[in-house]
């Protein structure tokens, strides 16, 4: 369905709503909103809304249901899928609704407008006492209102969950202008359909979150880092149940790596360095947690112990202090911008069983390797959920941009394997406009109706980021 761009009359009408500081169509103001971090999508808007409180997103959403005219909502731009990119669209952008609304130590919750950043989010749960676990590369600018649109995932879901995990209570701008006041504190509460869960990864195609109340942890009182190296990728997943089972389920983070991305992380980000004093086929990050001082270390250390009688590691280098420990993170969070300067790749997020990651890593690398031969393959991602980021680069000397034309076509090859696995073709980045058609191959014709009858339900006139779901 095609919704009609803004009229003048209504784009008077909704900078009338917003009032000044409320909207603006600066161009040097709006370009920075027009792209997503991988430059695959440039888009146009004839107007950037930057609402600073729940009314003000509410005037404003009624007025585009009113006149059937569409909106993109946004929240810190930092989506690898398109989603938040409008083309014609009005764009919403949360960026000013950034409040601490309620911090509760005693219910383990804090209630935060969305365009809080994740990093905001973590430091104010911190002063209270208390722990947000939900951490990835971009919680410097990714807010909470764009992580639970798209149910981010991150480094801690093998111990906390996903975002969906992670909320205990939203508030949010249905399609047709109301506001839905969900803001509760609840661990329990049975009474029908659960509305919040339908929001949250819902790529802000039923509605525009504006707050949400966050599930609250206990500080741990000790924390350990390691990177250990590996022969093989099986090794990591036996890894990791013997990680789980010495600590009763005190790892928080359990992050695979191919030895090419640490080359790349190592050639292409300054300041790094090799962590190990050998160079494995295969890297795994671990972090352990633990409430007993002194805990997680001891944790550690009988784990490596026992690893290494097993020949499950080869090498072992343990953080001595914070700064040792931000540098090992480093590593891994830097995978994404390491490929970058590669000349660009065809990157999946997929995730499959955890017991079959490894014959998936061999039977997509035969895959790719038939359909385009000397292809580079990095493979990084949480072995703890099954959740890897499978990436593909042109071999050495190899004809970049004809290797970038067959993206569509390598990319089938590579989600042909992960359906084989009964896993999906993506894990915690959402559809967008990347995979928004592509999903259809994979999903049952009953999920594609079902998901299609509640967006119509709720949003009848499609004005709700139309480009996104089906």
Known sequence: MQTPVPSTAVLDELKAALGPGGWTQDPDVIAPHLTEWRNRWTGDTPILLTPRSTEEVARAVTICAREGVAITPQGGGTGLVGGQVPFGEALLSLKKMRAVRDVTALDDAMTVEAGLTLLEAQQTATAAGRYFPLSLAAEGSA?????????????????????????????????????FNGLKRLRKDNTGYDLKQLLIGAEGTLGVVTAATLKLFPIMRSRAVAVVGLETAAASVELLARAKAETGGGVEAFELMKRLGMELVLKNIPDTREPLDTTPNWYVLIEIASGTPGGAEAQMEALLEVAFEQSL???????????????????????????????????????????????????????????HPGARISVFGHVGDGNLHYDILPGVGQDIPAFIGRWKEGSQVVHDVVGTYEGSISAEHGLGRLKTEEVKRYKSPLEIETMAAIRRAIDPKRIMNPSVLF
Do not use: C
Not at 151 to 159: H, I, S
Not at 162 to 179: K, Q, S
Not at 347 to 354: F, G
């Open 313 to 371: 590691i080869t090498d072992a280098a343990i953080a001595q202090n914070d700064a040792q420990r931000a540098a090992f993170w480093r590593l891994r969070e830097e995978h994404s911008a390491a490929l970058k300067p590669e000349g660009g790749g065809w990157k999946h997020d997929v995730s499959v069983p955890i017991s079959r990651i490894a014959e998936f890593i061999d039977e997509a690398s035969a895959a790719v390797e038939r359909f």
């Open 143 to 179: 807010t909470v209102g764009g992580v639970i649109s798209t149910n981010a995932g991150g480094t801690q879901v093998l111990r906390y969950g996903m975002m969906r995990d992670l909320v205990l209570g939203l508030e949010a701008v249905m399609p047709n202008g109301e506001i």
